[in-house]
């Protein structure tokens, strides 16, 4: 991060030391908090093409609101790393947030090929789901910039938009307002219904930002639950997958579908409970997901290698 970036990110922190009159009890813990302090990439080399993909095989990792380019998100990306080692995947989802404290372009090698270096080296593929960043569920000029900047810096085919891989059916959204929420949404979900529709393959999963059932600090998103998980459902979508708050949850299935929030990627908010959480957790984390055959389990990992929570899927009859 260079000066203007840091001082960007870090605005308000010497009034509120100045406040408070501590730096130990005000500005450490902010630095930790938004992941401003500098860190070491992963140093580790790791076999390329090493995983195994095939008509009922896929090992894939989940990423959230990764985008600081600090000490945690390098924590993070080593862990990343560390677990391609013993358990290759040739995938990772990206569930937004990629970037913060300045643009992706003047922020690419701080935030992306520094922390994945070595999975990029090891020619792992990277697939997003846009985020939102500060704006909100709303897209402002800024914002749109910034969207353009990450679909054309990593290859993304656009807002919305399918991919499959091995057994799985990917369906990546643009969960902002107009995305899904505003005077237009209708036409991504009629395109998402038609999509989902056509899959054949044996596993749905869907991957946005924002979460429809959250107990975090933004909450379940507004709009979700009357318009997009009935589509869900009715379509049979085995996982959804989000981030947007900077924790773990994994819900209760709701209509038959398994939502998980996984936005610890290098930050941490408070996360309560609801009626539909099945477990949450404050903590930095991603998942590794492997399907093999009719089972999809999803694992929940610690910067430091423990294990958060372990969910397993079986294949619905008729997929």
Not at 277 to 283: D, G, L, P, S
Request: charged residues 20%; hydrophobic residues 40%; proline residues 5%.
């Amino acid at each position: 991060m260079n000066r203007r970036e840091f001082l960007a990110a870090g605005a308000g922190l010497v009034g509120a030391a100045a406040t408070a009159g501590t730096l130990s009890g005000v500005v450490w813990p902010a630095l930790t908090r938004e992941d401003l302090l500098p860190g070491a990439p992963p140093d580790v080399r790791l076999t390329p093409d090493a995983w195994q993909t095939a008509d009922d095989r896929l090992s894939f990792a989940v990423l959230g609101d990764n985008g600081s380019g600090g000490r945690q998100a390098l924590a993070v990306a080593e862990r990343m790393a560390f677990t391609y080692q013993t358990a290759p995947y040739g995938l990772v989802a990206l569930l937004g947030d990629i970037c913060y404290y300045g643009s992706l372009r003047r922020r690419f090698d701080t935030v992306f090929r520094r922390p994945f270096g070595p999975l990029l080296d090891a020619g792992v593929g990277f697939e997003l789901a846009i985020g939102n960043h500060d704006t909100g569920l709303h897209f402002s000029d800024d914002g749109l910039s910034a969207i353009e900047a990450e679909l054309e810096l990593l290859g993304t085919p656009g807002r919305y938009y399918t991919a499959s891989h091995g057994p799985v059916d990917f369906f990546f959204l643009d969960s902002s307002i107009p995305g899904l929420y505003g005077p237009r949404a209708s036409e991504q979900l009629d395109w998402l219904g038609d999509a989902l529709a056509s899959s054949t393959n044996q596993w749905k999963v869907v991957a946005m930002h924002h979460p429809p059932y959250s107990s975090g600090q933004h909450g379940s998103t507004p709009g979700a639950q009357e318009h997009l998980v009935p589509l869900l459902s009715r379509h049979r979508v085995d996982l959804v997958l989000s981030g947007h708050d900077h924790d773990y949850e994994r819900v209760e299935p709701q209509h038959g579908v398994t939502y998980v929030v996984s936005g610890g990627g290098c930050k941490t908010t408070r996360v309560g409970r609801s009626r539909f959480t099945a477990v949450a957790e404050r903590t930095l984390q991603f998942l590794h997901v492997e399907v093999v055959d009719s089972h999809l389990t999803a694992t929940c990992v610690r910067v430091d290698g423990s294990v958060a929570d372990r969910l397993t899927l079986r294949a619905r009859e008729g997929s």
